[in-house]
């Protein structure tokens, strides 16, 4: 069973950077759709970008233009650079293969004003 572990968040201030970190445990990972999901308290989980195997990326409207999602098939990682962090974009966020319904247990972010 393919696993996902995310990394990277922490607290960061209004305006600031955080870069997070997927790393998938199976080599058919080069294959799938990957997505960056978030769920901040007593919210629903939303998607936040997605990216396909050769590259092709899109995001929420809420984040385009601050978040970059990419990844690197060799090393079976997926990551999304968050700049201009918003309060707004506090929440727990998840990356997963589009369509699959496990997820783990996600990292935290946190934006102050």
């Known amino acids: 069973q393919v696993k996902f572990v995310e990394s990277g968040g922490g607290l960061v201030q209004s305006g600031g950077s955080l870069r997070l970190s997927c790393a998938a445990s199976r080599s058919s990972f080069s294959s799938y759709i990957m997505g960056w999901y978030r769920q901040a308290p007593g919210h629903q989980r939303e998607l936040v970008a997605t990216?396909?195997?050769?590259?092709?990326?899109n995001y929420a409207d809420s984040v385009k233009g601050r978040f970059t999602v990419s990844r690197d098939n060799a090393k079976n990682m997926v990551y999304l650079q968050m700049n201009s962090l918003k309060p707004e974009d506090t929440a727990i966020y998840y990356c997963?293969?589009?369509?699959?319904?496990?997820w783990g247990q996600g990292t935290q972010v946190t934006v102050s004003s």
């Open positions: 997963n293969q589009e369509g699959r319904s496990d």
């Open positions: 990216i396909t195997p050769a590259g092709y990326t």
